[in-house]
Structures are given as C-alpha cells and as structure tokens.
C-alpha cells in the first residue's frame, strides 16, 4: 500500500477575500481563536509521522520564515509567479516532491488529525458526501474509482476538499504534466487540481478519501472567519 513520505503545503496566495486582514498578515498564519491556521495543518501532519514538509510561499513571504525554526523539517519554496498566475505557479515550483506526497492548503483549520493518515490505496483527495446543493466542486464516484467532477457543483456528491494524496508513479505524472501546462502551454490561470481532472483525466485513476464536513473547515472569506472568531468584528465595524 501507497504510503505518504512527504508534505507540500501552499501558502503563497494573496487571500484577497479576506481583506483587510490580509493585507498585513498572510492568510495561513492568520489566527483563529489564538492559533495560526496553518499551525493546525503542520501540527496535524507531524501526528501522523509526516516530518517532511514544503511550504509554497509568495506574498509576504518574509513572514514565514519562522516556520523553519519552529518546525524542524520545513523547507520554504518561493513561488515568484505568486502575483500573475493561479495557483498551478504554487505546485510547479514544488513539482520534485510530488512523488508520495500528501498536497493541502495551509488556510485551513485541520480539526481531526485522522484525515492526514499516510496510509492511502490510490491517488486522490479527501472528499466530503454531500446530498445537499454546492457550488464547490463536486465528483461522481463508481467503485472507488472518481468518473467525473463537476467544477459548478450540484447536488449529491463528493466534495472535493484540499487534501490529495498522490503516488510515486501519479506524482512523476502529474510533474510531467504541470511541466507541459505551465512551460509549453503557457496555462497559468488554471488551478493545479485542473491538470489531473480536466486536463488529463484519462491518465489517472484518482479515488476519494471519506472524511466527515466538521473534521475540517476552509476558511474563504472575512465573514466565515468572524463567525469562527469574534474578534475579527472590528474590521467590518470599522468600515
């Protein structure tokens, strides 16, 4: 069985719906209830023996610095197309780690440790069942296996969450891949999830990982992030 040897978290976007609080502090080292989100992705990580962590960073890079000091085993990558493209820029800079590797988001809040296991049967992301209308990404599953994704959502399905899982032999793919898109194809304002799921969705078998809506949250904006913590009121009172 595929197992996770590595971590690569991205952390190099703007997080401009999250104004005026990022506009000093960049959004995975943004607190929530006194922790930085992106102590919980970390924290969660080395609980599952996963030491070996990448962190993507661009804007206000300079603020991640401590992270080294604290975390023994993180490494910073820079991103300097952080400002131009999509966040394909982010993985592509980090694309010789792909192999065994576990990618996620370092702007959410991790609060079941167990969804960041390094045991995995096949390449994919955790996924969230959904009966409900949503307009996030929505994927159709047929014994196991994931036979299509929907970008604008509907209804009964698996929502796709920012965790994925990737093999060695999917890894050195999706490297080649992100390797074409970005440097022959030029195709900087697409999401890196595009390249397996729509770009090349013949070339992978991508599964899902069941977790549970609160095992997690994804922060996406001010008013999301002052429902979790009041403190955050006065930037909307201030307007």
Known sequence: MPRVERAIIMAAGLGNRMHPVTLTTPKPLVKVNGTRMIDTV??????NGINEIYVVVGYLKEQFVTLEKEYPGVKLIENPYYDTCNNIASLYVARDYIENAIILDGDQIIYNPEILAPEFERSGYNSVWTDGETDEW?????????????????????????????????????????EIEFEQKQNR?????????????????????????????????????????????????EK
């Open 42 to 47: 970390i924290e969660g990580l080395h609980k």
């Open 138 to 178: 929505l994927q159709t599953v047929e014994d196991g296996i994931v036979t299509s994704c929907s970008r604008t959502g509907g209804k009964g399905g698996w929502q796709l969450y920012s965790i994925s899982r990737w093999t060695a032999e999917d890894g050195k793919k999706l490297k080649h891949h992100l």
């Open 189 to 237: 304002q697409i999401y890196w999830d595009d390249v397996a799921i729509f770009c090349y969705p013949e070339e992978y078998q991508l599964g899902i990982r069941p977790m549970n809506k609160d095992d997690i949250i994804e922060v996406d904006n001010l008013n999301e992030l002052i429902a979790l913590d009041a403190s955050y009121k006065k930037y909307v009172e």
